[in-house]
């Protein structure tokens, strides 16, 4: 006799919500905007440590971030100002990585998208946050070599 035994594993999905308001929603419309790019994507989710994560989103074009509980999928109930972590605009691009704690982002800094910034947020200790917003003349060449 044979027995088979097998084992099921269940798979629970969570979703959070994170949505701009009716409000957000309409400024950002005001703003000319179309509907379509108002919502709040998620340009940046890191892992902060084991046991939350680090998510930056559009927003509505007002860039918010906030800490997710990633055990319980919970999001923190206060949000921080995101210019300088992610973009305004969920076409532009950007990138970011948390190291040692600490979150690095290049990405732009102003509405418009004419603002590249490097920067270091999440700062502890003796470190302070760091801002690099004159990167657009690095980017284009402008720094010259002492060694020439």
């Known amino acids: ?36 790019d108002c919502p709040n994507f998620i340009r940046v989710l890191q892992f ?4 939350h994560m680090y998510a930056c989103g559009t927003f509505a074009f007002s860039p918010r971030c906030t800490y997710i509980n990633s055990e319980s999928l919970t999001m923190s109930l206060n949000t921080v100002e995101g210019r300088g972590r ?3 605009d969920p076409y532009q691009r950007n990138t970011a990585i948390i190291v040692d704690g600490e979150l690095y982002t290049g990405t ?29 003349g ?5 720094c010259t070599d002492s060694h020439s």
């Open 108 to 136: 732009v800094a102003d509405y418009r998208g004419n603002r590249p910034v490097i920067s270091r947020h999440l700062s502890e200790g003796s470190r302070v946050d760091l801002k690099l917003d004159d990167t657009l």
């Open 48 to 51: 902060l440590n084991s046991t």
């Open 1 to 36: 006799m044979t027995v088979i035994i097998t084992s099921f594993i269940a798979v629970t999905r969570h979703t959070l919500d994170w949505s701009p308001s009716e409000k957000d929603l309409e400024e950002c419309s005001m703003k000319g905007k179309k509907m379509a």
């Open 86 to 88: 992610c973009p305004y």
């Open 138 to 142: 690095w980017l284009e060449g402008e």
